[in-house]
């Protein structure tokens, strides 16, 4: 399944496939608001696209799109980000992710902006979500060994 | 700053432990002073709690702005606070302890424990000090996830170990959710406070006795309560060091909150001891803890593994002391939480300094230690002197308050339960110490200058070992006044 | 009440106790790690299906998505999301305890070659 | 009776304790001043507890509360006659025995002389905190202290021997002390509400009768210090210590620990009257008798000399208790007494024996043929202890027996009497041969053929120690007065005036 | 959802739990694992738990089996219960 | 072993089945789960948080909190799973 196999077929329609599967992604975590969705299923989808990817290819395909260094990143960075916003909150001096308060920076009223804040907080999810399933994907299917490009 | 406190123990270990993360993609040796320093600020926070609590009586704090049952609400009082200050501590205080020890165990991934310790303290914390049924669950996920983690990269057979406790920590936290569903589903809310109001209404329902039941079983899981603690002792035995200090010290403490949270909080005393036989059935198993704890810690060669035995028997300490419902054993409970949580960290941390030395583990390898570590076993011995209870030492007066309770309760069995678990653990640590004094190389009749060359833990370690040392006598001595300002308030309305 | 109500009022609560029973045997019977493993996502199933059927609604109530326009949302119309919200967070955990377990299992595989759990516990069994 | 705030009996224990730190910080580097710390602080104590006397005779109380760690738990002192009586033997007892350690250590070129010294400070300093202690959980304390500190100078020689010793040792004190003691006291809280000492007891009217049986069961199982049958075979065990260490402990500081606390029990805890109105006292009188008899005919079959003296000890402190549970004013005067007779007596026999043992490495009783006229010093002081046992006029054995008797016939115990004449009888068939052995049998030609040759007195620092007890014992006959008036004062205290 | 269909998925995830707790070939039980939470979306998209399901058709049918295949690739398929 | 927790098994089953007597009916509307807490969430969503999705408003909005713990709970699970299985310790 892993190995190298030149099945070019199976190489095509994922490349064919990936964007739309990414653009997916990217409309369930925007649009969760208004649809079932969110941070955590588009996250999920979005990581899906990766192990797609993993699974047609190789694993060393996918780091060369995605480093593990920046993985590592972007797990702490979509907490921080939920996290963030509620300091943020706090900052301005409300309770911790009391999002109305953020009506004081951004240009709408409170209710708008507890709609907005959660959207930035569904973001933070789905980056955090993506990385990290791709991450232990990659570690699983590796043993730990994926800086290495190809798996034997 | 100050109203935030609450939160912000949490939310700053949390958000440490992702910045540890990216500071570690970039220089590896900055996580062991961002945690020591993270642990000390959350510590300090948790002081600043604490003094509020005592000043101000309980605090509540909304999370995002929303009343309750709403939103999520944090209430800290006394008993939180309490929990809070002494997780926090034993954090910071194994915090420092870790570095050497973990830079010998763990080469190569300071970076990742250190994250994933600042999780566990979050983790912990979080536990602590929310007031929402379901979030405890959460933040129960968090600690346990963090431990199956720092345990699994022990020595040998840790992976093994680790694995039989995901196993029983999931189920264990599977019968606490579904102990939470149940409640929901009778009452509608998950808010402890609104679950306290609800609850009395409707105590002859089943579903109640069986989320009750559910309950139980899963805070007695995540505690090591007798009969199902089989996961710890091979889970602490294995773990490296500062873990199994840390969690030996502060989880099961934690567990054991939880039951009470839930024993005096969300179901009120008079459906836990009365409607339910809760009384009678913990204070049996808690006794059969008490004793099968030390009988097993008796067979032990392995030190660490001994003392995890011996966890195992206080837990059955403070269940005992928490089902006996009269303030007396209540206070003695609580009491015994902070002391054992000092107590056990002490052993722990002697036991990874032996370790870290010595590279021993048996008992029998502390042959004549006393030359070479003399203040480690120092400390080793005032922390047996308060695991026996001898005081002035802080164990005996936890049992002090434990024993007088029983005996409020007249149950003499239960008492007797206590002085036999006293007196097998006097056994077990004569034995130890007198292997550490009385054996190994005869000491040359005439010691010129410094014979045996003193050959110390380093500083990092050995200063957190003798700050629990004095800590075991300090606290014995300070013990009236902590339960006058405390442990006092602590006690459910009701006893 | 009859019967029939009463079975229909409960056959949904028996199905995940059945389904818990299921896991949790496979949790504390099976010798292999990754049989546990699947008895410990059974298991963890069962709870969701038991606290999403604590929230439905029979009777016409739909999603809990408020339709535009709608003046008077009736609580009665649209099914009680909470249970849902709550679900999302277990599943969550559910799949970072199932990760976890599965890279202790890579672990224990890399160290006794085998997963079944007697042969692990055999002494000497470490290679 | 007024009590009076005085940081006097604090004093006491800090100056061993702080001995004992000084000792341990300076340690072998430098070993006259480790030893002169030592010397330093017997001497300051002493006098400190001498400082107290005019006070307490003036039936002034001295308290002191050092800290409240909980309700009922309070670390508090309180100086009255009995305590202080105990007090003053002791720590007069012990500066002589500083003097005789260092003679001793010294020539034996003892191993670990910093722990030795340090415990030894240690445990005079718990001591003394027995001895002022106000309340049962301050005596509890100090009790456990004193077997910690010392079980390092009983295992000292950390051979085999001594470590099967050692562990005896705390197997016995300890054990029973958590299992029978603490537990007494717990229900003693529960019960009576207070730990305080109280001139008429405080468990009074506060259980029922059923209980209080119990509970002073348990003290009394508890207190194992005081050698009482079946707990008494650490004492024999615990004589593989060096012999000073048997000296001071095993004849003044942890045995007279034991009977002192039965003393504050019976006296303080449960009263006389209680005792009286319970039958608990006759049947604590039997129970003593029945350990005085038994002990002393072990110590007849016994050919070590430490080992016939520590069953001698365990006879005779059932003398004490045998005095208090009489329950008469006369009795238990004679049962304190005895405490301070006895350790001058006994002190002065292990002396002795520690000396034969410095000078002619003789333990048993059998080698000691002759050995009068090489140490006739020390032999000379042996004999007046041996006396003072027995009961003999002039010494001070005689004054407490005496008492006990008048109690007996007071409380109408004519069985004791027999029991007390059967002791002395007993007393004098296990002393008096060895006396007459000592001076007046030929030395058995040994292996060596050179036997009694090279044997001479001790080291002056053991001698005089030894002299001086034994003069000791003397004198109390004759000027018994300070001890008495202590004595007479604790129990006017305790039987209100008669 | 109607009720008919309702029992067959019922009985269809029951088995599809018990076969993939006793199938000897792990490979199988983690395709049976993931047919089981498909079956389980089904149930509670009927139940309108439209959320949890798209999460549990995410996750349990497609990161969990993906993950489960990962481990098994890097251990071994065979199982003796 | 087997049969042992063949039984565990079969009488906590029996047990969790007793409780159900007493339970709510499935779905029924007017239950304490679906009267107490819930309908605020349901009426008010729109107008306190702009969003109609409710499980989305609840999930980020009424209880971020729970959702800021979950996000922790598989970043833990990442950390973890990297630590674990990592065998490279340079870098």
């Known amino acids: ?152 | ?495 | ?127 | 009776m007024d009590t009076v705030h005085s940081i006097q009996p604090v004093l006491v224990l800090a100056t061993s304790l702080a001995a004992a730190i000084l000792i341990m910080v300076t340690g072998d580097r430098n070993r006259n001043l480790r030893e002169a710390w030592t010397l330093v602080a017997a001497l300051l104590k002493f006098l400190i507890v001498l400082s107290m006397v005019p006070a307490v005779l003036d039936r002034t109380i001295l308290e002191c509360t050092l800290v409240s760690i909980a309700p009922g738990l309070t670390l508090q002192f309180r100086v009255d006659s009995l305590g202080l009586f105990f007090a003053l033997a002791a720590s007069f007892l012990w500066l002589v025995t500083s003097f005789y350690s260092i003679g001793y250590v010294r020539s034996q070129q003892e191993h670990a002389q910093t722990r030795y010294f340090a415990c030894f400070a240690g445990a005079m300093s718990a001591t003394m905190g027995v001895a002022f202690a106000g309340n049962l959980f301050t005596t509890f304390l100090f009790y456990e202290i004193i077997t910690i500190c010392t079980f390092p100078l009983v295992a000292h020689k950390e051979t085999a021997d001594a470590m099967a010793g050692g562990r005896r040792y705390l197997t016995y004190l300890l054990g029973t002390s958590v299992a029978f003691q603490l537990t007494a006291i717990v229900l003693t809280y529960s019960f009576a509400g207070t730990l305080e000492y109280a001139d008429a007891g405080i468990l009074a009217g506060r259980a029922p009768d059923s209980v209080l049986m119990v509970i002073f069961v348990l003290f009394i199982a508890g207190i194992s210090k005081a050698a009482m049958m079946p707990f008494h075979s650490w004492l024999p065990a615990a004589m593989v210590a060096p012999t000073p260490v048997s000296a001071l402990l095993h004849a003044v500081a942890v045995v007279k620990t034991g009977v002192f606390v039965v003393l504050r029990v019976v006296l303080h805890v449960f009263g006389v009257d209680l005792l009286g109105d319970l039958g608990l006292g006759t049947a604590l009188v039997y129970f003593a008798s029945f350990t005085i008899i038994t002990a002393s005919v072990i110590a007849l079959r016994q050919d070590n000399l430490k080992r016939r003296l520590a069953y001698s000890t365990v006879s005779q402190l059932s003398y004490v208790i045998l005095g208090a549970a009489l329950l008469t004013p006369s009795s238990i005067t004679g049962g304190i007494m005895h405490i301070a007779l006895h350790a001058f007596g006994k002190i002065t026999l292990f002396f002795a024996a520690g000396a034969i043992y410095v000078a002619a490495h003789k333990t048993e009783i059998s080698q000691l043929n002759g050995i009068g006229k090489q140490m006739p010093f020390t032999m000379a002081a042996f004999t007046l202890g041996s006396l003072s046992m027995i009961g003999m006029p002039p010494l001070g054995g005689f004054l407490s027996k005496w008492w006990i008797a008048l109690g007996a016939i007071e409380a109408k115990e004519l069985l004791i009497l027999i029991v007390i004449a059967t002791s002395t009888i007993l007393n004098a068939a296990y002393f008096l041969p060895i006396l007459y052995a000592v001076f007046f049998k030929e030395p058995r030609l040994g292996q060596h053929g050179s036997a009694g040759e090279g044997i001479h007195e001790a080291p002056l620092l053991m001698v005089v120690p030894l002299m001086l007890t034994a003069l000791g014992a003397l004198a109390l006959f004759f000027a018994p007065s300070v001890f008495l008036d202590l004595a007479r004062g604790a129990v006017s205290a305790v039987m209100g005036g008669q | 959802m109607i009720w008919q269909l309702d029992i067959v998925i019922l009985v269809l995830v029951v088995i599809c739990a018990i076969a993939a707790i006793s199938v000897k070939d792990l490979l199988g039980s983690a395709v049976l694992l993931g047919a089981y939470s498909f079956l389980m979306c089904l149930l509670w998209t009927g139940m309108g738990a439209v959320d949890v399901a798209f999460t549990e058709a995410a996750v349990g049918a497609g990161i969990s089996t993906a993950f489960f295949i990962a481990a098994i690739y890097q251990t071994t398929r065979r199982t003796r219960d | 072993m087997k049969l042992f927790a063949f039984l565990a098994v079969v009488l906590t089953g029996a047990a969790l089945i007793y409780s159900t007597f007493d339970m709510p009916d499935w779905g029924d509307t007017t239950s304490p789960a679906n009267a107490h807490v819930s309908p605020r969430y349901i009426e008010q969503t729109l107008n306190e948080t702009a969003t109609p999705n409710a499980v989305t408003s609840v999930l980020a909005d009424y209880r971020g909190f729970d959702t800021l713990g979950e996000t922790t709970v598989i970043f833990t699970a990442a950390i973890v799973c990297i630590m674990l299985l990592r065998t490279r310790t340079d870098d």
């Not at chain 2, 006795?209 to 309560?225: E, H, N, R």
């Not at chain 2, 003499?412 to 077990?428: D, E, K, P, Q, R």
């Open chain 1, 1 to 152: 399944m892993i190995k190298r196999n030149e099945d070019i077929i199976i190489q095509t329609v994922t490349r064919l496939l990936t964007p739309f599967v990414q653009l997916f992604a990217l409309y369930v975590i925007a649009h969760g608001h208004y649809s079932p969705g969110g941070g955590f299923q588009g996250g999920c989808i979005l990581a899906a696209s990766f192990i797609l990817m993993a699974v047609a290819n190789d694993v060393a395909f996918v780091k060369r799109r995605l480093p593990e260094r920046l993985t590592t990143a972007l797990i702490s960075a979509g907490v921080l980000i939920y996290a963030g916003i509620g300091l943020a909150c706090l900052m301005l001096g409300a309770n911790f992710l009391d999002y109305g308060i953020l009506h004081r920076v951004l240009p709408v009223d409170a209710v708008k902006a507890r709609a907005l804040a959660t959207l930035g907080v569904e973001i933070g999810v789905g980056i955090t979500v993506m990385a990290v399933m791709v991450s232990i994907f990659l570690n699983l299917l590796s043993a730990g060994r994926h800086e290495e490009g190809a798996v034997e």
């Open chain 2, 1 to 495: 700053m100050t109203e935030h406190a609450p939160v912000l123990i949490i939310v700053i270990p949390l958000m440490a432990a992702c910045l540890n993360i990216l500071l570690g993609l970039w220089k590896k040796e900055l996580s062991y002073p961002w945690a020591v320093l993270v642990t000390a600020v959350v510590f300090g926070l948790s002081l600043l709690l604490m003094q509020t609590v005592l000043s101000g009586g309980t605090v509540h704090y909304r999370l995002g702005g929303w009343a309750p049952p709403w939103g999520i609400e944090y209430v800290i009082d006394h008993l939180n606070a309490f929990l809070a200050v002494i997780v926090s501590f034993i954090g910071c205080i194994v915090a420092v302890y870790s570095r050497r020890s973990i830079e010998k165990e763990l080469p190569g991934k300071q970076v990742y424990f250190y994250s994933i310790y600042l999780l566990l303290i979050t983790g912990l914390l979080g536990i602590t000090v929310t007031g929402d049924v379901f979030n405890i669950y959460v933040f129960l996920e968090i600690s346990s996830l963090a431990g199956y983690a720092l345990i699994a990269v022990g020595d040998d057979r840790a992976p093994m170990a680790s694995f039989n406790y995901v196993i029983m920590g999931t189920i264990g936290a599977c019968f606490y959710l579904l102990g939470v569903g149940y409640l929901y589903m009778v009452t509608g809310t998950l808010n402890m406070g609104d679950l306290s109001r609800i609850l009395p209404g409707l105590s002859h329902s089943r579903v109640v006795y069986t989320a009750f039941a559910f309950f139980m079983v899963g805070t007695a899981i995540k505690m090591a309560f007798f009969p199902l603690h089989i996961w710890l002792p091979a889970a602490y035995t294995h773990a490296p060091s500062a873990v199994s200090a840390i969690a030996a010290s502060t989880m099961t403490k934690v567990g054991a909150y939880v039951m009470i949270r839930i024993m005096y909080t969300v179901f009120k005393p008079a459906f836990s001891l009365e409607v339910i036989p809760m009384s009678a059935i913990l204070g049996w198993a808690s006794a059969a803890a008490m004793i099968a704890g030390s009988v097993l810690a008796l067979g032990q060669k392995d030190l660490k593994r001994m003392f995890s035995f011996m966890l195992v028997a206080e837990v059955g300490y403070i269940v005992m002391g928490v089902s006996r419902g009269n303030s007396t054993a209540f206070t003695g409970a609580v009491l015994h939480i902070l002391n054992d949580a000092f107590m056990m960290a002490c052993l722990f941390l002697v036991a990874g300094a032996v370790r870290y030395r010595k590279n021993a583990r048996n008992i029998t390898d502390l042959a004549g230690l006393h030359q070479e570590m003399p203040l480690t076993m120092l400390a080793l011995f005032a922390a047996a002197l308060s695991m026996v209870g001898v005081p002035p030492t802080a164990g005996f007066f936890s049992k002090w308050y434990l024993i007088l309770g029983t005996i409020k309760a007249g149950e003499w069995i239960f008492a007797a339960a206590f002085l036999l678990s006293s007196l097998l653990n006097a056994v077990m640590f004569y034995r130890v110490l007198e292997t550490v004094y009385y054996t190994g190389e005869p000491t040359p009749k005439r010691q010129g200058g410094s014979s045996a060359a003193v050959n110390e833990v380093p500083l990092t370690m050995l200063g957190p070992i003798l700050v629990m040392a004095v800590g075991v006598l300090v606290l014995g001595l300070f013990s009236g006044r902590i339960i006058d300002t405390v442990i006092r308030f602590t006690v459910p309305e009701g006893f």
């Open chain 3, 1 to 127: 009440m009859t019967n029939m109500e009463f079975i229909i009022g409960k056959y949904n609560y028996w199905i995940y106790i059945v389904l818990m029973m299921i896991g949790f045997y496979a949790m504390i019977a099976k010798r292999n790690l990754v049989k546990k493993i699947v008895g410990m996502n059974i298991f963890q199933t069962a709870i969701i299906l038991f606290f999403v059927s604590i929230g439905s609604k029979k009777g016409g109530a739909t999603i809990p998505i408020i339709r535009a326009g709608d003046e008077a949302v009736n609580a009665a119309q649209y099914i009680n999301p909470l249970p849902h919200v709550l679900m999302l967070t277990a599943i969550v955990v559910m799949v970072s305890t199932f990760g976890v377990a599965m890279a202790l299992i890579l672990m224990i595989y890399r160290k006794y070659r085998t997963l079944e759990e007697d042969e692990i516990l055999k002494p000497g069994a470490e290679t």
